[in-house]
């Protein structure tokens, strides 16, 4: 049997050591030896002695801020040794390591999997009012070991080193000792009450 499919691009990739690596942009291979946090119904193949549990928001707090606020990660733990692949609706994955100096704020819905030495909680965006269509709350991580995000297509990374404006849609994650605010980005007048609008009515 031949094909452009068996080459070596496409081949399981191999390393020594368990943990999240990339399989390719779009799929999530976990060298699992012990157990590890993902999205909840991501996995779309394994190998070995994988046991899969889900966990809700991630315990009975978290679970009872996301039922209130709407927002959190829909969590499975997943434990045994095995190798196990994650993807989420083809969108691509990046894998972001946290040093225990920095936090990451990032929407839920952009979480595919993290390591157990991460901790994270629901918390209010400061300063995005009541008028953003993205959610008013973000999963803050902290502490030491890699999470993978997803985002549709390739993001681009800003240095905020002067005020700078996005949409809260758009935005994916941050550094969450950066401080947020609300900005109204269309002008009030004639032209937004008969319905001209930019459509970019607020930025954060």
């Known amino acids: 049997m031949r094909s452009e499919l068996f080459s070596a691009d496409n081949l399981e990739k191999e390393s020594a050591h368990p943990g999240l690596r990339l399989q390719n942009s779009k799929m999530l291979k976990v060298e699992l030896n012990g157990e590890n946090m993902a999205r909840r119904g991501a996995m779309v193949a394994y190998q070995g002695q994988v046991q899969f549990q889900a966990l809700g928001a991630g315990g009975v707090g978290k679970w009872l801020k996301s039922k209130v606020t709407g927002e959190g990660v829909p969590i499975m733990k997943m434990t045994g040794r095995g190798d196990v692949f994650l993807a989420n609706e083809a969108q691509d994955i990046y894998l972001i390591d ?10 839920g819905a952009n979480v595919l999997a993290f390591e157990p030495t991460l901790q994270y909680d629901i918390k209010f965006v400061q300063g ?14 902290t502490g030491t070991g890699r999470i993978a995000i997803t985002a549709h297509g390739t993001p681009v990374v800003i240095q905020v080193d002067q005020p700078t404006y996005a949409d809260p849609q758009a935005a994916v994650c941050w550094s969450a000792s950066l401080q947020t ?24």
Do not use: W
């Not at 946290?98 to 929407?107: C, F, P």
């Open 98 to 107: 946290l040093e225990g100096t920095d936090a990451l704020s990032i929407n």
């Open 128 to 141: 995005m009012g009541m008028l953003s269509a993205a959610g008013l709350f973000n999963c803050v991580f």
């Open 181 to 204: 605010g609300f900005h109204r980005a269309d002008q009030f007048g004639l032209g937004t009450l008969i319905g001209r609008s930019t459509g970019e009515a607020f930025t954060m």
